[in-house]
Nanobody, 115 residues
Framework: QVQLVESGGGLVQAGGSLRLSCTAS????????MGWYRQAPGKQRDLVAK???????TYGNSMKDRFTISRDNAENTVYLQMNSLKPEDTAVYYC?????????WGQGTQVTVSS
């Protein structure tokens, strides 16, 4: 079992920046994919970005311009740097850990962008 602890969410004005962090603990495998998804009220959960243990990155639609994902394998931590935030970025952001087809989720961290 894997536990994910997220931090870094909050309230920010449009145009501002936030950095989310997620640390995995428990039964960690070195070969994995860690990433971020987000879910706004009444909408489905969408991919923001994910990164493999080798550093290969995948971004969701229209995410790459303002968001940057990175990770520290030694610390089992994934980061999401979010710049030029917009009100439409308001959502709960969830950390995801994927290994051998098994997915674990964090509890989510709220990001609210005011106009």
């Amino acid at each position: 079992q894997v536990q994910l602890v997220e931090s870094g969410g909050g309230l920010v004005q449009a145009g501002g920046s936030l950095r989310l962090s997620c640390t995995a603990s428990g039964n960690i495998f070195s070969i994995n994919v860690m990433g971020w998804y987000r879910q706004a009220p009444g909408k489905q959960r969408d991919l923001v970005a994910k990164i493999t243990h080798t550093g290969f990155k995948t971004y969701g639609n229209s995410m790459k311009d303002r968001f940057t994902i990175s990770r520290d394998n030694a610390e089992n931590t994934v980061y999401l740097q979010m710049n030029s935030l917009k009100p439409e970025d308001t959502a709960v952001y969830y950390c995801n850990y994927l290994v051998y087809g098994q997915s674990s989720w964090g509890q989510g961290t709220q990001v609210t962008v005011s106009s």
